[in-house]
C-alpha cells in the first residue's frame, strides 16, 4: 500500500505500524517526532498504529551538532 512519508510517495506492507516503518527508514534508533495525518503519534503508540492506505506521515528528528 503507498502512504507518504515528508511528502514523499512510499510503499509498505499492509499492516504496517510506525515501529516498523521506522526500522525500514533507519530511524528506528533515533529519538523523533511522528504526526499521522496531523496527529502527534505518542512513542509508546507507535507499535499499535498501523498505517493505512494514503496515510500522511511527518517525521522529524533531532540532529546533533555544535
Known sequence: ???FVNGQA???PEG???TQLL???ELADRR???EIN???VPRSAY???KLRCADQ???IHAVGGG
Request: charged share 30%; with cysteine; proline share 0%.
Open 47 to 49: 507499535a499499535a498504529r
Open 57 to 59: 506521515v511527518e517525521i
Open 1 to 3: 500500500m503507498q502512504i
Open 10 to 12: 512510499r510503499d509498505v
Open 16 to 18: 504496517c505500524d510506525v
Open 23 to 25: 526500522a525500514q527508514l
Open 32 to 34: 523523533c517526532a511522528l
Open 38 to 40: 496531523r496527529e502527534i
